[in-house]
């Protein structure tokens, strides 16, 4: 996946330098598949960029948080917790080091409207149309949800060979006393390339466990952020 195979093999290893660290530290984390019924799949998005109806790489990371451990001002507006932990996901010490690898490659005049700093992206309501650090746009929105497109620069507006969408989730769960948090991620060839008949997703299975666990390191950072 171009550059997302970049960023993974160059992001987040200080991070589980440590292996019994990493495991105790997301041992709460689940990585489950995406159903094949999910909205996302439905999504103007998802048609619009995966026009080939390619085969894709998928999964979702999912960790239960209860409620008395979230910050109260996050619960009483809606979409608050969304927001927030979106912003704890592109703030947060998870991103640190692809944030600083993307800004020494692509920061610049051209880029000049996109979030690169760390209280820019913690402050951001992350409407649709935010640029984030030259590799993610904010593409929906919803109180519970904050969909952002990946795999190439958003200055490539058109289908991609490298491309993919990127959710973060955030539902209140008042009934079981909890809060449920997510990154869901789909990554498809935009490009025709696939039409060929091939049934496998555009990464290798190493590239997707890479990915799991870097998104459990971008889950648990993000949760600073919303928690007491």
């Known amino acids: ?91 947060g010490l998870g991103y640190a080091y692809q944030r600083r690898y993307l800004e020494k490659k692509y920061r610049g005049p051209e880029t000049a409207g996109h979030l690169w700093d760390k209280e820019e992206l913690k402050e951001s309501k992350y409407e649709v149309g935010t640029l984030i650090t030259d590799h993610f746009e904010v593409v929906a929105k919803t109180p519970e949800s904050i969909m952002v497109r990946c795999g190439d620069s958003p200055r490539n507006k058109d289908a991609r060979e490298s491309d993919g969408l990127f959710e973060m989730t955030a539902e209140i769960k008042k009934d079981e006393g909890v809060a449920e948090f997510g990154l869901k991620s789909v990554f498809y060839n935009g490009l025709s390339g696939y039409k060929s008949g091939s049934t496998a997703g555009p990464m290798p299975s190493h590239v997707q466990w890479l990915h799991q666990q870097y998104d459990k390191v971008l889950m648990e950072s993000a949760l600073v952020n919303v928690t007491k």
């Open 1 to 91: 996946m171009g550059i997302i195979s970049k960023a993974i093999g160059v992001t987040g290893w200080t991070a589980f330098a440590a292996a019994g660290t990493f495991v105790a530290m997301t041992r709460k984390n689940r990585i489950l598949p995406v159903p094949a019924s999910d909205y996302i799949f439905n999504s103007t998005s998802y048609a619009r960029y995966n026009p080939y109806n390619s085969p894709v790489t998928q999964d979702i990371c999912l960790r239960r948080v209860p409620l008395s451990q979230i910050k109260p001002e996050y619960l009483e507006q809606e979409g608050r917790l969304a927001e927030k932990f979106c912003a704890g996901v592109w703030s």
